[in-house]
């Protein structure tokens, strides 16, 4: 029998918390200069300035008016997880607001992104949770009972994301990032961070960025051709 109203799955297994750690210490924007995939449109943003994010990601769709399924299925994640909630194109009505907000707080819950807005902003900062969004509206959901789906192959922000991604929110935006991708991701990023310290104190020292990045060599080169 299939259910065409609620579709539930398990949590997702947790990413070893050492990675989680390790991509704490990277940017987003770092990661961006070599990787494509997973990063949510920028029209996501952090709802606070400062929070930093890295966790597993549980995913959650819900239709435009109605969030029951986001106050079931809250009960179900904890620390270690960040919910992402699809909208399914929605992009007036709030899920996302001081009640679900305590929630997640007292459950650990790391974080939260809704490809839609939030509501609640004072709340939101009350607890101090971290919460990345198409910004705020003051019309939010209601309990209708009608659908959705908890651990389900989502989009946010034309990002695809599935249960047990690895995600790395910060100020620049959200990343979510497969499994199998982790490692090579890790690497090329913390090589790119500690590049991006040398490359820094140089042009603290005086070097200009043209000469620095080859740009300048690039741009006489032209000119002399």
Sequence with gaps: MTNLTYKMNPMPTPIAQDKLDRLAKLETATI?????FGFAAPAIQPVLP????????ATLAIPGLDSTLLHHCLSQCGPGYFLAVDRLGDSKYACWGGGVTRMAAMIGLEGGC??????????????GFAMWSRGASPVTTRLYNTG????VPVSIGGAAVLPGYAV??????VL??????LDAVLEEGELKTERGRI?????????????LSGATKMVEGKLAG
Excluded: M, R, W
Excluded at 114 to 127: K, L, M, S
Excluded at 176 to 181: H, L, R, T, V
């Design 176 to 181: 979510f990032i497969a499994p199998e991708d």
């Design 114 to 127: 809704v490809d839609g807005p939030h509501t609640d902003t004072a709340e939101i900062e009350e607890q």
């Design 148 to 151: 959705g789906g908890f651990n």
């Design 199 to 211: 490359s820094e104190v140089k042009v603290s020292d005086g070097t200009h960025l043209g000469q």
């Design 50 to 57: 400062g929070k930093v994010v890295a966790a597993t990601v």
């Design 168 to 173: 790395l929110a910060d100020a620049s935006g």
């Design 32 to 36: 961006g200069h070599f990787y494509h």
